[in-house]
């Protein structure tokens, strides 16, 4: 109890200092520095520069209870030294940062202060839109509002595809933009994506289910579902 209320009145730099110590007990104390900047997401950085700590983290952590600043201080310094740090901090953390009221603060920082940069999409093999409008027609009943659409910048081969909420956008990799690729992948990837939309993430107290059961139960449902996975297989 007199634990809790002292970390009440801590500074985030005495707090990064106690954690500190508590990971480098023979090891003097660095100077501390803490900055809030305006990022888009829910970042933090530390790194260890003429013998004082850099903090950078969102300014939503500004605002955040001690606890959680105790937590996020004890993850980012025991990824800095590589220090293993109880369970109980990355719990405390995701629970906070998966908690309703943080969520919705996110969705509308990444949507004000995030670009998508995507290529148009209809590209040099696939036109996007038109895969949407057919894939929409022969699985949702021509139901579901086409989102933004467009070809990644960067032919990745690691991320073919992903939905992002935040912008209402589907991105698929230009690896997949190719008179090689048959459209089945492509068809399939987009599939992929599309239901996203349909079934949200869901947050299970500090557990984040993205692909659920019923998700996976309609991914099966795409014909050709092995066929189009080995193609994406050998694309790596």
Request: with cysteine; proline share 7%; aromatic share 10%.
């Amino acid at each position: 109890m007199q634990v809790q209320s002292a970390l009440l009145f801590e500074t985030p730099e005495q707090i990064y200092q106690r954690v500190f110590r508590e990971i480098r007990p023979k090891t003097a104390a660095p100077g501390v520095r803490v900055e809030f900047r305006t990022f888009a997401n829910a970042n933090s950085f530390v790194r260890l520069e003429n013998g004082v700590l850099h903090v950078r983290m969102a300014d939503i952590f500004e605002g955040a209870p001690a606890p959680i600043q105790e937590a996020l201080a004890y993850l980012l310094l025991g990824k800095l030294y590589r220090t293993p740090v109880s369970p109980v901090y990355a719990l405390r953390y995701r629970r906070w940062l998966n908690s309703g009221p943080v969520r919705n603060q996110l969705q509308v920082v990444r949507k004000v202060r995030g670009r998508k940069l995507l290529r148009h999409p209809k590209g040099e093999t696939y036109d996007l839109e038109a895969i949407f409008e057919e894939l929409n027609r022969r699985f949702f009943r021509g139901l579901m509002a086409r989102p933004a659409l467009g070809w990644s910048r960067q032919a990745s081969r690691t991320m073919l595809g992903h939905y992002d909420p935040s912008h209402h956008t589907i991105i698929l990799s230009r690896i997949l933009d190719q008179p090689n690729v048959p459209k089945l992948a492509v068809d399939y990837v987009l599939y992929h994506e599309m239901l996203h939309l349909k079934f949200p993430v869901e947050h299970r107290g500090p557990r984040r289910c993205v692909h659920t059961a019923e998700f996976r139960a309609a991914e099966r449902e795409f014909p050709g579902l092995e066929e189009a996975k080995r193609i994406l297989k050998g694309l790596n």
